[in-house]
Nanobody
Framework: VQLVESGGGLVNPGESLKLSCAAS????????VSWYRQAPGKGRELVAS????????IYSDSMKGRFTISRDNAKNSVYLQMDSLKFEDTAVYFC??????????????WGQGTQVTVSS
């Protein structure tokens, strides 16, 4: 089982990046996927989530209108398009795949993260 993030890097404020999360080793289409981020010295925070079929999405208030989450189940991948990046978006970005069971509980997988640095 693997979740591998990619696409991070160093950008100037106002620029864009597109992160990818590629899954393997499990039935990806059955999992909701979320992007989280963790800035230096801070806890991990939710950025955005997308349901298993890609129909519904949610965003943290500070990312609404700037970030877009999407997925392609045929490619076992989820994406995070980040526009109008700000200094405070600097963080390690992680993807999480989660499958909830009808009887309770969940199966959860995390990627290793990709660094996004916004600096002038």
């Amino acid at each position: 089982v693997q979740l591998v993030e990619s696409g991070g890097g160093l950008v100037n404020p106002g620029e864009s990046l597109k992160l990818s999360c590629a899954a393997s080793g499990f039935t990806f289409s059955g999992f909701a996927v979320s992007w989280y981020r963790q800035a230096p010295g801070k806890g991990r925070e939710l950025v955005a989530s997308i349901t298993s079929g890609g129909v519904s999405t949610i965003y943290s208030d500070s990312m609404k209108g700037r970030f877009t989450i999407s997925r392609d189940n045929a490619k076992n991948s989820v994406y995070l398009q980040m526009d109008s990046l700000k200094f405070e978006d600097t963080a390690v970005y992680f993807c999480k795949a989660e499958q909830f069971f009808a009887e309770g509980g969940a199966r959860t997988y995390w990627g290793q993260g990709t660094q996004v640095t916004v600096s002038s």
